[in-house]
């Protein structure tokens, strides 16, 4: 079974561009979660969805967002990029119930000049 | 809020040598323990888990054993390799919320490097 892929692998940005990534979960899971790792922070949660809803949330700023589509893959769009969102970003899938596991992607990695 | 302590490193042994990483944590409630594992240039990969107090959660040669009454959770290897050079994460997920959603919690991660 094909793991969790994601797009591109790499970009550059500029400050106050946008970007949008994408990520596609392990057939036959509906839950897909965002983390953003920085040598700084850490790992840190950005969201979770599940059937196209959003039902959890982290502590970032309203740029970020995010949706899921009727086949389970999922963008998270960054809008007026920071400096400071340079970042690994990660996706990881799950089938959504109760004691499974998540499964994270190789992720995106963004440079913001 | 919940929260996952490690020592963070770096750690450095040599090959065939025992390893102990340290991981303690706090949360409300049952929450699963994972390890996760992070080689250079690549993703999370799940190195093991557990679900409840006194589960054992064990692969490829590393073990931790969920402790409940010292809310720890610690990694171990009685033999390394320079293959299990990597990055390693502990990790909570923070119960089960409504509607069933989970996040994981980590730790700060511990580099670890084998050398020959």
């Known amino acids: 079974k094909a793991g969790v892929t994601q797009t591109p692998r790499y970009l550059i940005k500029t400050r106050g561009q946008q970007v949008t990534l994408s990520c596609s979960p392990i057939?036959?899971?509906?839950?897909v979660s965002w983390y953003q790792q920085t040598p700084g922070q850490g790992l840190q949660f950005l969201f979770e969805?599940?059937?196209?809803?959003?039902?959890n949330k982290g502590n970032f700023p309203g740029r970020f967002s995010g949706r899921q589509f009727s086949n389970s893959r999922s963008e998270m769009n960054v809008s007026t990029l920071e400096l400071g969102d340079s970042a690994l970003y990660l996706c990881?899938?799950?089938?959504?119930?109760?004691?499974?596991?998540?499964?994270f992607g190789p992720g995106t990695r963004l440079t913001v000049l | 809020g919940n929260s996952v302590t490690q020592m963070e490193g770096p750690v450095t042994l040599s090959e065939e040598a025992f390893l102990t990483i340290n991981c303690t944590y706090t949360?409300?409630?049952?929450?699963?323990l994972f390890w996760y594992v992070q080689y250079p240039g690549e993703g999370l990969q799940l190195l093991l888990k557990?679900?409840?107090?006194?589960d054992k959660g064990s692969n490829k040669g590393f073990e931790a054993t969920y402790r409940k009454e010292t809310t720890s959770f610690h990694l171990e290897k009685g033999s390394v390799q320079v293959s299990d050079s990597a990055v390693y994460f502990c990790?909570?997920?923070?119960?089960?919320?409504?509607?069933?959603?989970?996040?994981?919690?980590f730790g700060k991660g511990t580099k670890l490097t084998v050398n020959p």
């Open positions: 057939s036959g899971h509906r839950s």
């Open positions: 990881a899938s799950r089938t959504g119930t109760s004691t499974d596991t998540q499964y």
């Open positions: 557990a679900t409840k107090a006194d």
């Open positions: 990790a909570l997920s923070d119960g089960r919320r409504q509607g069933g959603s989970e996040k994981l919690v």
């Open positions: 969805y599940f059937s196209e809803t959003q039902r």
């Open positions: 949360a409300t409630g049952y929450p699963s």
